[in-house]
């Protein structure tokens, strides 16, 4: 299934996208909203395919309806640095031995075509396409890999912004790079994982102004999806609801040439994974 939400920033209301790619279905009547409390609930979902089946869910209109975040109430963001080979080359960094960890405020989620907003000062901001994984159960202390992908509910195209003068220059950690208001668009769908057999087969792709900037594969990842999972779940429990953002390939303004051509007001931001939708954003000035 993928499942979405639309409407007004904080008035979001549950949909679901039918296999014809452009019908949406309101699931306002069958479930509250989509979240943690859902997807950790196997009837709930049963009932949402049930209906969606049986082709008794009401249209929506989908003229200028707003697309929000697919998640609502995020626990935590997760995120996965330098697991891409190509990208560890372009940014002259070894492959780490283990995983690199940061986080994300939750509050940093916005919809998939929200403005993103150059945080005041920016001279380096900077895209990174994402796979995003989404938790569905519990996890902590996951045994291997298919233990660890059987607690993923779902994917979804994320958008891990970032301010490399911050993140880098300014002293201590990733954070202030990673954490300014916009700097996660989430979405359009939150794609349920029986419909990615395999999330390491996925093509990342990113434009900036039109013109392709990152073109890469989740067959790169140095940390596959379910090692990620693992991992993690071996350091902090794993709520449903939590997003990791799994790393981004090769092409981002840091890994280019002087002068590296990071983001400013006015640039236009478009970017996709195979099989989980397309996003787009428009910057302005905070």
Same mark, same amino acid.
């Given at each position: 299934m993928k499942l979405l939400r639309v409407g007004p920033v904080g008035a979001e209301r549950p949909a679901l996208l039918d296999p014809d790619g452009a019908t949406l279905r309101d699931l306002s009547q069958l479930?509250?909203?989509?979240?943690?409390?859902?997807?950790?609930?196997?009837?709930?979902?049963?009932?949402? &395919?049930?209906?969606a089946g049986a082709g008794v869910l009401p249209p929506l209109d989908p003229a200028g309806l707003r697309i929000g975040p697919p998640l609502?109430?995020?626990?935590?963001? *997760?995120?996965?640095?330098?697991?891409?080979h190509d990208h560890a080359a372009e940014t002259g960094a070894e492959p780490p031995a283990e995983p690199v960890v940061f986080l994300k405020a939750a509050d940093t989620v916005v919809g998939p075509e929200d403005t993103v907003l150059v945080p005041r000062g920016s001279r380096k901001t900077d895209w990174e396409a994402e796979l995003a994984v989404v938790i !569905? &159960?519990?996890?902590?202390?996951?045994?291997?890999?298919?233990?660890?992908?059987?607690? *993923?509910?779902g994917y979804a195209v994320s958008h891990d912004v970032?301010?490399?003068?911050?993140?880098?220059? &300014?002293? !201590?950690?990733?954070?202030k790079g990673k954490n300014c208001e916009t700097f996660n668009p989430l979405g359009p769908?939150? *794609?349920t994982a029986d419909e990615v057999p395999?999330?390491?087969?996925? !093509?990342? &792709?990113?434009?900036?102004? !039109?013109?392709?900037?990152?073109?890469?594969?989740?067959?790169?990842?140095?940390?596959?999806?379910?090692?990620? *999972?693992r991992y993690l779940s071996r350091f902090m429990t794993l709520h449903p609801g939590d997003v990791i953002n799994t790393g981004t390939p090769a092409g981002v303004a840091m890994g280019r040439p002087e002068p590296k051509p990071y983001l400013r007001p006015g640039d236009v931001v478009e970017l996709e994974v195979e099989g989980l939708g397309r996003q787009r954003q428009q910057l302005k000035g905070a």
């Open positions: 479930v509250d909203d989509i979240d943690g409390a859902l997807l950790a609930d196997a009837s709930a979902l049963d009932r949402i &395919r049930a209906a609502a109430r995020v626990g935590k963001v *997760v995120c996965i640095g330098l697991n891409y !569905g &159960r519990t996890a902590r202390y996951l045994g291997d890999d298919e233990d660890a992908l059987a607690h *993923v509910a970032s301010e490399r003068e911050f993140q880098i220059e &300014r002293g !201590g950690t990733w954070d769908w939150l *794609v395999d999330p390491q087969a996925l !093509g990342l &792709r990113l434009w900036v102004n !039109g013109e392709l900037k990152q073109d890469g594969s989740t067959a790169d990842q140095i940390f596959p999806v379910a090692e990620v *999972v």
